[in-house]
């Protein structure tokens, strides 16, 4: 009995040992577990930044992804190692030289390659599943731990590249980008023009996290559960600027640069009904990839951020605050002194000189005689309010950042006569181009202004989003503005306008001349050039267009008359070769028909000799 009872007692104590060796095994395998690889591994997708593209589809600003690729060299088996520089080095395009040398230099993780785009980072993650299949990556007995550890070669998002496909063109209006470092990875941020205008628009909004199950390369395997956030890229940006015209515009303006020696030609052509802008060109360009030391002074905008004395184009606005103000009649007789006329110290000089003129011609002969006389009648509140009115010392709303408002002169000054007349004839203030443009179009908008710009709407996975305007406002009445268009139109027809004339198209506007302002206070005996008018045609097409040419140095050329209108011309014959105006066919041929009567008026048969 007791020897039963015993027997019982060993095998019940065999059996509580047994159970308690089952028990501490199956605990050290769960604590031992928690150093080997993790099962599952997770991934960030990062959003990508906007585009920018033009209105016939093309994208001139755009990002792509870069990736970089980390190896463990100590997973390369020591047998194959030419083997796996030989396929890297296929696969990468890398020299197989650096990649040796990268590989004998650290034992441990490595940086293989930065900059691999994402058809390059396909190819690499394809060769890293074969590396582990053909066992040239193998694991290695990690000497920390005492188990076997593989990371293998691992092709990973290192940032954002920002590619400018058109290279100078549509600059500086486009802008450029600087490199951020965000997360360990390389960010584009707006720095100058539409990059940095639409810099909240344009940057990504939410990165995409995975999660997921892993295979033996470290990649994750896709389930139905592993995103865990959604992708939100930046918005696309749509311009209202066709690039085949924009860089047609371009290839003018460069001609044009070198035969006049200037410094920078720029246009602008806008819609004069909602202010989109159709091109904004620049001879002064640069390539937002590869910004030169020679390029810094073509970074900044002309068209907005250069404030200058403007000259004669600023005369139909004092024109326009007398008529508002009903100081003048358009036909009455002004006297001009024979064009030579004595302002305090200074004699005053025209380049048309008569002893009388109408008041619209002026405007039309451009005459700074007559403007004294008529802006006389008029005060410093009249003056001031008039300008402000026209959007003067104030932005204009284009989309591009650090636009300058200029220089207009106090009330105060306004009362005096000398500031008056400077004022009058386009000196003593200062005013930016986009400035000028957005006034000169309420001559061909009914007296109603628009806000210039460039970007038509925004855009992403195809849907639209339209950017809130602002609310136009009537900045001189109807009738001023007719009386006005009316001026400009027959300044084109008889005046020094002239070489603006297209049959078949409506077309007015003022040229202007001014000395450029010297750092010592006084002017140098350089120039501006400039024109500044409007195109329709019969079917509702409407365009207002400015042109500058910045100190033209080509002898006799710096008159806005030669330097600054014949850009314009061309301007308006491109957009009729590329269908964006369309000149009437019955004012053509009766302009031909005229002409030919004129050609035989003067070849008529002469007189027999005796």
């Known amino acids: 009995m007791n020897s039963r009872k015993s027997k019982i007692t060993i095998l019940f104590l065999l059996i509580t040992f047994g159970i308690s060796i089952f028990v501490l095994v199956i605990f050290y395998r769960a604590s031992i577990e928690r150093k080997l690889p993790r099962l599952q591994t997770s991934d960030i997708n990062t959003a990508i930044r906007g585009n920018i593209i033009t209105k016939d589809g093309f994208s001139i600003s755009s990002s792509q992804k870069l990736y970089k690729v980390m190896l463990d060299t100590r997973n390369i088996d020591p047998n194959k190692k030419e083997m796996f520089i030989k396929l890297y080095s296929l696969y990468s395009g890398d020299d197989p030289n650096k990649v040796r040398k990268i590989i004998n230099g650290t034992k441990g993780i490595v940086t293989l390659s930065y900059s691999i785009d994402a058809k390059g980072a396909t190819y690499l993650q394809e060769l890293s599943r074969k590396l582990n299949r053909k066992s040239i990556l193998v694991s290695y007995l990690d000497p920390k731990t005492g188990l076997a550890s593989f990371q293998g070669m691992r092709v990973m998002e290192s940032g954002q590249n920002r590619k400018f496909m058109s290279k100078d063109a549509l600059t500086p209006a486009i802008g450029y980008v600087s490199k951020t470092e965000s997360d360990a990875l390389t960010k584009s941020k707006g720095v100058k023009g539409l990059e940095r205008y639409y810099e909240d628009y344009l940057a990504p909004i939410q990165n995409a996290k995975i999660l997921g199950p892993r295979d033996i390369g470290n990649n994750i395997i896709l ?84 404030a200058y004395e403007v000259g004669s184009v600023f005369k139909p606005f004092i024109f326009s605050i007398l008529l508002q103000e009903k100081k003048v009649n358009p036909f009455e007789l002004v006297n001009t002194y024979n064009g030579r006329y004595q302002l305090g110290k200074r004699i005053i000089k025209d380049t048309h000189p008569e002893p009388f003129m109408s008041a619209e011609d002026i405007i039309v002969h451009s005459s700074n005689i007559g403007m004294i006389q008529l802006v006389e009648r008029l005060n410093g509140p009249q003056i001031y309010q008039g ?77 639209r989003y339209d950017l809130p305007k602002s609310e136009p406002a009537q900045v001189i009445s109807q009738e ?104 009437d066919a019955n004012v053509i041929a009766e302009f031909e028909a005229k002409k030919d009567k004129l050609k035989n008026d003067k070849t008529k048969q002469k007189p027999a000799l005796d």
């Open 387 to 463: 300008l402000l009115n026209f959007g003067f010392s104030r932005k204009t709303g284009i989309d591009l950042p650090y636009e300058q408002v200029g220089m207009m002169p106090t009330v105060t000054k306004l009362n005096s006569s000398t500031y008056k007349a400077t004022v009058s004839y386009g000196y003593g203030l200062q005013a930016t181009f986009m400035q000028l443009l957005k006034a000169y179009n309420t001559f061909n908008n009914k007296g109603i202004e628009v806000t210039p710009h460039m970007v038509a709407y925004l855009e992403r996975n195809g849907k």
């Open 480 to 583: 001023t503005a007719k009386i006005m268009k009316r001026i400009l139109i027959k300044t084109v027809e008889k005046g020094t306008g002239l070489k603006a004339f297209t049959p078949g198209l409506e077309i007015g506007g003022k040229t202007g001349t001014a000395h450029i302002a010297s750092g010592s206070g006084g002017y140098s005996n350089t120039y501006n050039g400039s024109f500044f008018g409007f195109v329709n045609d019969t079917r509702g097409n409407s365009y207002t267009i400015g042109v500058l040419a910045r100190d033209p140095k080509r002898p006799y050329y710096y008159f806005g008359a030669q330097s600054a209108l014949p850009m314009f011309k061309k301007a308006v014959d491109l957009m009729v070769e590329d269908g964006y105006l369309f000149p």
């Open 223 to 306: 389930t139905s559960d592993s995103n865990l956030a959604t992708r939100v890229d930046g918005y696309n940006a749509v311009l209202s600027i066709p690039l085949k015209f924009q860089t047609k515009l371009e290839q003018i303006l460069d001609e044009k640069r070198e035969f006049l020696d200037a410094k920078e030609l720029v246009i602008c052509i806008m819609n004069s009904k909602n202010g989109e802008i159709l091109a904004l060109a620049s001879s002064s360009r640069y390539d937002p990839s590869n910004i030169r030391k020679q390029d810094y002074s073509a970074l900044n905008s002309t068209v907005s951020e250069y």
